[in-house]
């Protein structure tokens, strides 16, 4: 199957710093991504989707001057979380269709200290 | 209403047991269903897709009402390696994004 990985796999950070998260989708073009947050012990929810070539669509309650995404080639979707803060650390997954499946990044483990 | 919906867990059960995981979705025009599996702090890997005609994949069979709105995952002869969070997930088709159940938890015990 397709390949999508992220990066970084995991990151520590002070609260108040930017974080930015790549998606890339390794052997296929995607001109759509999907961004998802995942609490412990809760399910994967949807944030936004990247577009290539436009603006991303945000979710309802997720604010998008605070989680920027760029979706700069149709391999590349990335998430930048500004002015991290405790409540932001979470699991963020990002996702790509191909051939009418959906294959999921390895997932990127945020800490805000 | 959540949109998908699962059974709540955790299922503890022996090596050997049979489980059923029930699911219901709000959404009447959803159009693709899947069972994801996602192992402790990893991400959702595709179990199966879930067709009308109900589907079988080794010991796992998934069937779909699209009348009732209801999914479920049956698992025959349950391993210790089938421990892990089960995600009933349906989306509207096409390049639209999924939309995940909370997941049930399932541990096989030996």
């Known amino acids: 199957g397709a390949v999508v990985s992220q990066h970084p796999s995991r990151v520590i950070c002070k609260s108040g710093t930017s974080v930015k998260i790549e998606c890339r989708s390794l052997?296929?073009?995607?001109?759509?991504m999907f961004w998802y947050r995942q609490f412990p012990k809760q399910s994967l929810m949807l944030m936004a989707t990247?577009?290539?070539?436009?603006?991303?669509?945000?979710e309802q309650g997720v604010e998008k001057d605070k989680f920027l995404i760029n979706h700069a080639s149709l391999t590349l979707s990335t998430l930048t979380v500004t002015s991290a803060h405790p409540e932001d650390s979470s699991f963020y997954i990002c996702?790509?269709?191909?051939?009418?499946?959906?294959?999921f990044g390895p997932g990127t483990r945020l800490t805000v200290l | 209403r959540k949109e998908v919906e699962q059974d709540p867990g955790p299922f503890n059960v022996p090596e050997g047991a049979t489980v059923a995981f029930n699911c219901t979705y709000s959404?009447?025009?959803?159009?693709?269903f899947f069972w994801y599996r996602q192992d402790c702090r990893k991400e959702p890997k595709l179990l199966m897709s879930v067709y009308s005609s109900g589907n079988e994949d080794g010991r796992f069979t998934a069937q779909l009402n699209r009348a009732s709105q209801y999914i479920s995952l049956l698992i025959r002869d349950s391993k210790l390696s089938d421990s892990a969070t089960y995600l009933c997930?349906?989306?509207?088709?096409?390049?639209?994004?999924?939309?995940f159940g909370k997941g049930t938890r399932l541990s096989v015990i030996a």
């Open positions: 990247s577009n290539e070539g436009s603006k991303a669509t945000y």
């Open positions: 996702s790509a269709p191909s051939s009418g499946e959906q294959f």
């Open positions: 997930v349906v989306n509207g088709g096409g390049n639209t994004p999924l939309v």
């Open positions: 959404n009447s025009a959803s159009q693709s």
């Open positions: 052997d296929f073009q995607a001109t759509t």
